[in-house]
């Protein structure tokens, strides 16, 4: 919309028809009279009006599209739970299982007093790199059917970054957790907290500060964003969160978290992983058909293994990534219609250090 084109008091009755066509908190709507009334007093100066009108219309755009009252509906099904644990991740028995727990728990909640906000625990899940804690969360989300927000931790150094900036600054938008929820249109997604061991030293302090207040269910429904500057309620949010140890993590954040402990897979096991999970959907990635590409069974130890032992399945997800590459090249140059990975070949097609 060109502003040229509108009266100053045109552009005010636009934003005021943008808050009446949503629903926001009723302290809310009264906090933006005193907005609209600044508005109405810069109208005597245009340029002074047209400076504060475009910041007005932006903070209202963030609050008309925060989801207040708008939340997507659990499955909280134990056998979809399972199938969709199974489907994503291969062993992990007892890691599945506390998962299955946490989900009865709510389920029972809800079933029982659907009107008392849920209790749930905020699950830390530990382990070394590539173990599978960022999928297990993301397969919270998936069991529950609730959008997912992934909030990256590492080399994070500014507390901004999480809830904001106050509007007195030019450039100033809220924080990751209110786009998160805008991005969801729920207020309660599953919000994961990948990695928050790997914090920038020099704002540790200051960040596990915001970690306090966002785990606690006695703080954490009156969430202020800097930007927004009205409490936004996270009560209803599934909080989860990952790191590879604990060490770097304060103790007041650690109360309010529950450890789940991922373990290493042993070689039998990425076999399995990488024949039946990672390697049909390396197939698919490369554009190859079923039958384009096989693998002898045989050769899987060196394709698992072929540097030493790795506690994670990322190398081993990068060597297939790689090998379905090399075969998709063949077959796009015609030079093969089908490749047989063996004992003979097995070497031509693993990444060379």
């Known amino acids: 919309m060109d502003t040229n084109l509108l ?8 934003l005021k028809k943008k808050i009446d066509a949503v629903k926001l908190p009723e302290n809310l709507v009264k906090n933006l009279d005193e907005l609209f009334a600044q508005l109405s007093i810069n109208s005597r100066n245009e340029e002074s009006f047209w400076q504060n009108y475009q910041s007005a219309s932006k903070y209202i755009t963030y609050l008309t599209n925060v989801p207040w009252f708008t939340q997507t509906q659990d499955i909280l099904d134990m056998q979809f739970a399972k199938e969709k644990l199974n489907e994503n991740h291969f062993g992990l028995d007892s890691v599945k299982e506390r998962i299955l727990e946490y989900v009865s728990i709510l389920a029972l909640q809800k ?16 382990g070394l ?3 599978g804690k960022t999928t297990m969360a993301k397969s919270i989300a998936s069991v529950l059917g609730r959008q997912l927000i992934r909030i990256p931790f590492g080399g994070l150094g500014d507390p901004l970054y999480l809830r904001g900036q106050a509007r007195i600054h030019p450039e100033a938008e809220p924080g990751q957790i209110i786009k998160g929820l805008i991005n969801a249109k729920s207020n309660n997604p599953v919000i994961l907290l990948d990695e928050i061991d790997r914090v920038a030293d020099d704002a540790l302090n200051t960040i596990m500060g915001v970690l306090v207040e966002l785990l606690d269910p006695e703080q954490n429904n009156r ?4 930007y927004l500057d009205y409490p936004v309620d996270l009560s209803q949010a599934i909080f989860c969160a990952t790191c590879n140890n604990t060490s770097r993590i304060a103790t007041a954040v650690m109360d309010r978290l529950e450890v789940i402990q991922m373990p290493s897979y042993n070689d039998e096991e990425k076999i399995v992983i990488g024949r039946d999970y990672i390697f049909p ?7 190859l058909r079923p039958g384009e590409l096989k ?7 060196q394709i698992v293994r072929p540097l030493g032992f790795d506690a994670g399945v990322r190398t081993l997800q990068r060597n297939i990534e790689g090998l379905c590459r090399k075969v998709a090249k063949l077959i796009f140059e015609g030079k093969n219609k089908q490749v047989v990975v063996d004992e003979s070949n097995v070497k031509l097609f ?4």
């Open 7 to 14: 009266t100053t008091q045109q552009a005010i009755e636009n």
């Open 111 to 126: 079933s029982r007093d659907p009107d008392q906000p849920i209790k749930a625990p905020v699950l830390l899940f530990v």
């Open 129 to 131: 790199v590539g173990t």
């Open 223 to 226: 969430f202020v964003d800097h």
């Open 281 to 287: 959907k390396c197939m698919k990635d490369a554009g």
């Open 295 to 301: 693998i002898a069974d045989n050769v899987w130890n």
């Open 350 to 353: 693993l990444p060379q250090w």
